[in-house]
């Protein structure tokens, strides 16, 4: 488990502790009684996208940030987390789909998503390309394009996740 799982397990875990949670099935532990990965990423990430995705991730940054230079590195810093977190719920989504082909028989599943992630990621380099142009090459034109790609990533987090159960 890397540090980026090692720290969404630990987050939960203690939000668990603190009873702010859901409760979980028995199914939803190993031996050792520690809540799994999936699930916790699962109720972190769908309980607390919805107050992430709320506002422009450069608006969100000009909060603690005084410079243009402030808020660029930290939406550059949002772009990273959003990316971590999509590699991690595209592999819970990856981990479903070859699930599903193995008990369905039929290799469909994965594949499907594999394209799609592909289209998705096309998709989103494409219209946050868009989205700078319209800055005309200004100073602001890299924090709108890492912006798009922050609520775009978001957004798709969303989604992947929606299928792992």
């Given at each position: 488990m890397g540090p980026?799982?090692?720290?969404?397990?630990?987050?939960v875990r203690a939000c668990l502790e603190r009873g702010l949670g859901r409760t979980f099935r028995s199914d939803d532990t190993v031996?050792?009684?520690t809540v799994t990965l999936k699930r916790s990423l699962?109720?972190?990430?769908?309980g607390f996208l919805p107050l992430a995705a709320s506002a422009d991730p450069s608006l969100e940054c000009s909060v603690s940030a005084g410079s243009q230079v402030e808020i660029a590195e930290c939406v550059?810093?949002?772009?990273?987390?959003?990316?971590?977190?999509?590699g991690i719920a595209l592999r819970f989504a990856s981990d479903a789909a070859?699930?599903?082909?193995?008990?369905?028989?039929?290799e469909?599943?994965?594949?499907?998503?594999?394209?799609?992630?592909?289209?998705?990621a096309a998709y989103r380099d494409a219209h946050c390309e868009?989205?700078?142009?319209?800055?005309?090459g200004g100073s602001g034109t890299g924090i709108a394009v890492r912006s798009c790609r922050v609520e775009l990533g978001r957004a798709r987090i969303a989604e992947l996740m929606q299928y792992t159960q």
């Open positions: 980026v799982e090692a720290g969404w397990v630990a987050a031996g050792d009684g699962t109720v972190a990430m769908l550059a810093q949002a772009e990273t987390a959003v990316d971590e977190a999509l070859k699930d599903l082909d193995e008990i369905t028989g039929r469909v599943s994965l594949p499907a998503l594999e394209s799609g992630q592909a289209a998705w868009f989205v700078g142009s319209i800055y005309g």
